[in-house]
Each structure stands twice: as C-alpha cells, then as structure tokens.
C-alpha cells in the first residue's frame, strides 16, 4: 500500500508533472550562486558534499539561503555518512540525498535519521533557518520539519535496482532516483546511455515507484533525445542542470572560442599600433 500522501509543496509540483530545475553546487564557496539560480530559473539546489570538500558549514549557508529565497535545499552527502544528516537538516536542508543506496536496511538507516521520534530518529533542537531561528516547542517544531523533509534515495548500482521495490515501500522515503552515470559503470558501459540494460532499470524502478506511491527521478543522461524516452517510462520532471563546475567549464570554453573566431574575422593592423599600446589595453 502507498504511503499516506505529504502535503508537501515541493514533492506536490512534482506530483502534477510541473518540471523542476535543480542545479548541483560543487566549486563555489559562496551563496552568490543560489541568488544566480532563483534568478535563472531553477526551483531547487543539490549541494554535493559527496564530490567536493566543501565544509558543512558552508553547505548549511547556501541551504539556509536556499530557504530565504523560497527554493528547495537538498544536499547529497558522502556515501553512508550518516551522522552529518541531522546537522545539515539543522542548518537549513529541505532533504538529503543519499547515494549509492542498495539495500532497505540502508534506506531506512536515512530516514529514521531524518525525521523526529517516533517516525526517526533525529535529535531534538528548538532553533532552526527554515523557522526564522525562533525558539519552537518540539510539539509543533517537529511535526512542521517532518512534513517538509525530503528523503531522496539515490540507487546506482544493480544490487539496489533488484531491491527497487522494498526501498520504494520503505515508509519515510519520497523520491527514488537513479544515478546513470554510475549505473552504467557498474553494468560495464559507462556513458552508454542508450543501451536496453539502462531502459529496463529504469522500468523496473518506475513500476516500483508506482506501486508504493513514491516519486521517480533519473540524473546523469545528458543526451535529451534519450532522457525524453526514458521519461516517458514514468521519470518525475524533476531536472539536474547541471553542477556549477560544467557550467562555468562550458561558459568560460564558449566566451574563449567566440574571441577566437572573432579576433580572426577581424584581424587588427599590429603596424598601426603605437610602441606603448598592447591588444590587452583595448580591454582596460
């Protein structure tokens, strides 16, 4: 039987198939860059602390930040680093994703620490961001951030694609992701995300999910040809943009093969220029 459906705004747009933007944060150290995703567009940030060295500190400011500007915070920890959930929940985090999830017993170890007793087994505080910092007794603090936590499961491995079903009817879980990258790694053809193997993961988790009333979203496929097929087998719209890292890697290449072609359609007459002058001084 599916799990008692959350009021929850977010987990509520993706039940109604409005399509959500999520950009991963990796290399930056300031919340400048949430302020430049609400601005572009995005619905959600997903710090990965599983890929970079970022301190928790500086993972709870771009949460809490998140959470001023009326954006979703989700941060993915390192792998089976449970003990830094309650903290991140506590500095601002809407959920946590978890990756490389392949048994229910690991699923369930998320949520339980996710959520206050009796549902978990999050430690008691009265201050937190998402409550402005007010002091909250727990008979009204705990039920408000239980309803707005998010548990996202992240399977990446054939192990946890066989254990689909269970993790999906674990209650306190709410989005089942798959993570192509790795699955594709681990099934011997990485990057290939065309390959039937990948198709039948995803309906595997896709049924799964439908039966247990939990949400389905896919990362890594960033052929869009193929990510619309695989959608189609019932994928959530929710959607990774990418991480701050490739997209400043991809803007800095563009601006530098633009200059390239355009400084060749418009050579300069270096004889013209005077002994003081340099091609950089236009620039200044």
């Keep these: 039987m599916p799990d008692q459906i959350r009021n929850n705004a977010f987990l509520d747009r993706l039940r109604h198939g409005e399509l959500t933007l999520m950009i991963g944060i990796r290399s930056s150290r300031t919340t400048e860059v ?11 940030i997903m710090v990965d602390l599983e890929h970079s060295a970022m301190p928790l500190s500086v993972a709870a400011e771009m949460c809490a930040t998140a959470n001023d500007l009326g ?42 620490a996710c959520r206050f007793p009796p549902q978990g087994q999050r430690s008691q505080l009265a201050m937190v961001p998402q409550l402005g910092m007010r002091p909250t007794p727990a008979k009204d603090l705990n039920p408000r951030l239980d309803d707005a936590t998010i548990v996202h499961i992240l399977i990446e491995t054939p192990e946890g694609i066989a254990n689909a079903d269970a993790i999906a009817a674990l209650p306190g879980t709410d989005i089942i992701a798959i993570g192509a990258n790795d699955l594709c790694a681990e099934l011997g053809m990485p990057g290939v995300f065309g390959d ?7 309906a595997k988790a896709a049924a799964a999910c439908r039966r247990h009333g939990k949400l389905l979203m896919l990362g890594g496929v960033g052929d869009l040809a193929i990510l619309r097929e695989l959608m189609q087998l019932g994928v959530s719209p929710l959607q990774l943009t990418g991480t701050d890292t490739d997209m400043i890697f991809g803007a800095a290449e563009d601006r530098c093969r633009r200059l390239i072609a355009w400084h060749g359609q418009n050579e300069f007459d270096r004889s013209s220029m005077s002994p003081h002058s340099s091609p950089s001084a236009i620039h200044e």
């Design 34 to 44: 949430v302020r430049i995703a609400r601005e572009t567009g995005h619905h959600a």
């Design 71 to 112: 954006m979703a915070a989700f941060v993915r920890i390192p792998e089976r680093d449970y003990g830094i959930i309650g903290r991140l929940l506590d500095g601002g985090a809407t959920g946590i994703i978890a990756p490389r999830i392949e048994t229910v017993e690991q699923a369930a170890s998320v949520a339980r």
């Design 196 to 202: 039937h193997r990948l198709k039948e993961c995803v």
